[in-house]
C-alpha cells in the first residue's frame, strides 16, 4: 500500500490522543468534545484535570479560527499553506514532548506544567482538524472515527442489498479509505497505549516522528486555494 498523508496523521492523531489520556489525567487532545465527559467523572471523582478539561475546548476553537484565517493568507500569497502549517503542527508537538519528558510524570493534570503540554498537544492537534477539513475535505476523518466507522458500516449495507455496477467502484474506494483510516487510528491507540506502559512519558518522542514522515511525504496534490 503507498504511504500517504492521511493514513500518517490519522496514526498519529490516535497515538497522541491515547498518550494525553494515560500521561495528562484523561485529557483527550483530539477528541476534545470527549472532555465533557472526564470532566464530568473528573468533578464527581474529585480527581484532577478539570482546567485541563475546561480550557481545552476554547483553545481548540481558537486555534481552527486561526489556523483558518492563516490559510487564507498563505495560500493568498502563493505559498504552501498545508506544509505550513503542517510544519507549525510538527513544532507544536516538539513542544509538547519536550514538556512531557522534562516535567512528567504528571500526577496533578492541573499542575501549570502539565496543562501547558496538555495545551501544546491540544493545538497541535487543533491544526491537524483544521488542515483536514481545508486542504483534505475528500479524504476520511483522521482524528474522529465515529462518523467514518458510520460510513463504513452504510456503504457495507448497501453493497450487501446490492448496487448498480456503475456505483460499486466509488463505494469500494470509499469504504476502502475509511477502514484504513479507522485501522490506522486504532493502531496508534494501541501503540501508543504499550508505548506508555513500557516507557512512560518518554513515549511522547514518538508524534514528532510522524508528524516529520507527513511533511516529508508527496502533499502538493492536496494544496488547493483556502
Known amino acids: ?4 498523508l492521511p493514513p500518517v496523521l490519522s496514526l498519529n492523531a490516535g497515538y497522541v490522543d ?13 477528541h476534545v468534545t470527549g472532555n465533557f465527559v472526564t470532566l464530568g467523572a473528573a468533578l464527581v471523582l474529585g480527581t484532577t484535570g478539570v482546567i485541563a478539561k475546561l480550557s481545552a475546548l476554547p483553545l481548540f476553537c481558537l486555534v481552527v479560527l486561526l489556523t483558518r484565517l492563516a490559510s487564507r493568507g498563505l495560500s493568498g500569497r502563493r505559498l504552501p499553506a498545508l506544509r505550513l ?13 519536550t514538556m512531557a519528558i522534562h516535567f512528567g510524570p504528571f500526577t ?13 498537544l491540544v493545538a497541535a492537534m487543533a491544526i491537524q482538524n483544521a488542515v483536514h477539513r481545508i486542504h483534505l475535505g475528500s479524504a476520511p476523518a483522521t482524528t474522529l472515527m465515529t462518523g467514518s466507522t458510520t ?21 469500494l474506494g470509499r469504504l476502502q ?13 494501541a501503540a501508543a497505549a504499550l508505548a506508555y ?22 502533499i502538493e496534490e492536496y494544496e488547493k486555494p483556502a
Not at 151 to 171: F, S
Not at 177 to 189: D, E, L, P, Q, W
Open 1 to 4: 500500500m503507498k504511504l500517504t
Open 18 to 30: 491515547t498518550a494525553g489520556f494515560l500521561a495528562l489525567q484523561g485529557l483527550f487532545t483530539a
Open 85 to 97: 502549517l503542517l510544519g507549525l503542527k510538527l513544532l507544536l508537538l516538539v513542544l509538547g514532548a
Open 108 to 120: 496533578d493534570g492541573d499542575a501549570r506544567t502539565a496543562l501547558a503540554t496538555g495545551m501544546a
Open 151 to 171: 460510513q463504513i458500516m452504510i456503504d457495507l449495507a448497501d453493497l450487501a442489498a446490492g448496487l448498480p455496477i456503475e456505483k460499486r467502484p466509488l463505494i
Open 177 to 189: 479509505r475509511a477502514a484504513i483510516s479507522v485501522g490506522v487510528f486504532a493502531i496508534g491507540c
Open 197 to 218: 506502559a513500557e516507557w512512560g512519558v518518554w513515549c511522547f518522542f514518538v508524534p514528532p516522528l510522524l508528524a516529520s514522515v507527513a511533511l516529508v511525504l508527496r
